[in-house]
């Protein structure tokens, strides 16, 4: 069982950037394919960026895609969510998760089809 930790969240001008890490232990990294969501106020879940084991593929929610990166070091075992030209509505807390595949594809913006989830990290971004 993967237990996941992310850091990185904070307060951050409209415009700004941010690096969001999720740290992975008691598993093994490369296994899983990773995922970022975000929760904002008043709002469901979503699906923000995805992974593959390997590294090798990525998927992107559209409101962002453009915007973010998300990235993976299977040596660090930890997935990273670079974010720039940030806006209010990206303000939520962003959970990372993680996906035990038996393949590198394919990835998923489901939620349900993630196993594991971290505590998730605040990010606001005032205008």
């Known amino acids: 069982q993967v237990q996941l930790v992310e850091s990185g969240g904070g307060l951050v001008q409209v415009g700004g950037s941010l690096r969001l890490s999720c740290a992975a232990s008691?598993?093994?990294?490369?296994?899983?394919?990773m995922g970022w969501f975000r929760q904002g106020p008043g709002k469901e879940r979503e699906f923000v960026a995805a992974i593959s084991r390997s590294g090798g593929s990525t998927y992107y929610a559209d409101s962002v895609k453009g915007r973010f990166t998300i990235s993976r070091d299977n040596n660090k075992n930890t997935v990273y969510l670079q974010m720039n030209s940030l806006k209010p509505e990206d303000t939520a807390v962003y959970y990372c998760a993680a996906d035990l595949k038996y393949s590198d594809l394919p990835i998923s913006d489901n939620p349900l089809l993630y196993d594991y989830w971290g505590q998730g990290t605040q990010v606001t971004v005032s205008s």
């Open positions: 008691k598993g093994t990294f490369s296994r899983y394919a």
